[in-house]
């Protein structure tokens, strides 16, 4: 289906819990969340390409995820073709 289309986007929702990372793309906390916080923060990601053949994502690869009390999620969204 992509093949015929101009365009594509995607939107996922990243999940982080005690995460910290200098990453580029990486979980935003609320103004009152430290790093120690017990909360989960989430990052939006929202991927709009005119090269449609870059979606769907089908690989995401997290990093400083290593201590016992990190974690991560991810819910990707349907990719859309236009």
Request: aromatic share 8%.
């Amino acid at each position: 289906m992509e093949r015929l289309q101009k365009s594509a986007k995607n939107r996922s929702t990243g999940y982080c819990h005690h995460e910290r990372s200098e990453q580029h793309l990486r979980c935003k906390r609320q103004p009152q969340q430290s790093d120690r916080s017990d909360k989960w923060s989430y990052t939006i990601l929202q991927y709009k390409s005119d090269k449609a053949q870059r979606l769907p994502i089908v690989d995401i690869a997290p990093r400083d995820i290593g201590l016992k009390n990190q974690e991560f999620g991810v819910e990707v969204g349907p990719a859309c073709f236009y």
